[in-house]
C-alpha cells in the first residue's frame, strides 16, 4: 500500500504559480509512474503529468510548458511546478501512484485561478 497526501493547492490570480506537492509514504519500491490528475467543476478527472520511475515526463496538451513534474527521492515527495495560471485550470488536483498491483490516489488539493 502506497499513502500519498496533496499539498500547495489555493487561490490564485491569473498568470501567477503555485507549486503542489505529493507526499509519498508506504511500499514505494512499488511505484513505476507518479502522476497528477485533475478534475474541473463539473467535469471529469483528466490527467495533467505523469513521470516514471526512470525520470521520463509527459504532459497534456493543455499544460505543455507551463507545468512541470518533478520528483524528490530523499524527500519522497512529488511536485508539480504550475506557472501563467490560467482560469481553466481551476480543479481539484489529485496525486497517483501506479505500480505492481498498485494503483492509489491523494484526498485531492483545490487549486482556483480567478481572471
Known amino acids: 500500500q502506497v499513502q500519498l497526501v496533496e499539498s500547495g493547492g489555493g487561490l490564485v490570480q491569473a498568470g501567477e504559480s503555485l507549486r503542489l506537492s505529493c507526499a509519498v509514504s508506504?511500499?514505494?519500491?512499488?511505484?513505476?509512474?507518479m502522476s497528477w490528475y485533475r478534475q474541473p467543476p463539473g467535469k471529469q478527472r483528466e490527467l495533467v503529468a505523469v513521470?516514471?520511475?526512470?525520470?521520463?515526463?509527459n504532459y497534456a496538451n493543455s499544460v505543455k510548458g507551463r507545468f512541470t513534474i518533478s520528483r524528490d527521492y530523499a524527500k519522497n515527495t512529488v511536485y508539480l511546478q504550475m506557472n501563467s495560471l490560467k482560469p481553466e485550470d481551476t480543479a481539484v488536483y489529485y496525486c497517483?501512484?501506479?505500480?505492481?498491483?498498485?494503483?492509489?490516489w491523494g484526498q485531492g488539493t483545490q487549486v482556483t485561478v480567478s481572471s
Open positions: 497517483n501512484a501506479f505500480g505492481i498491483r498498485l494503483d492509489s
Open positions: 508506504g511500499s514505494i519500491f512499488s511505484i513505476n509512474t
Open positions: 513521470i516514471t520511475s526512470g525520470g521520463g515526463t
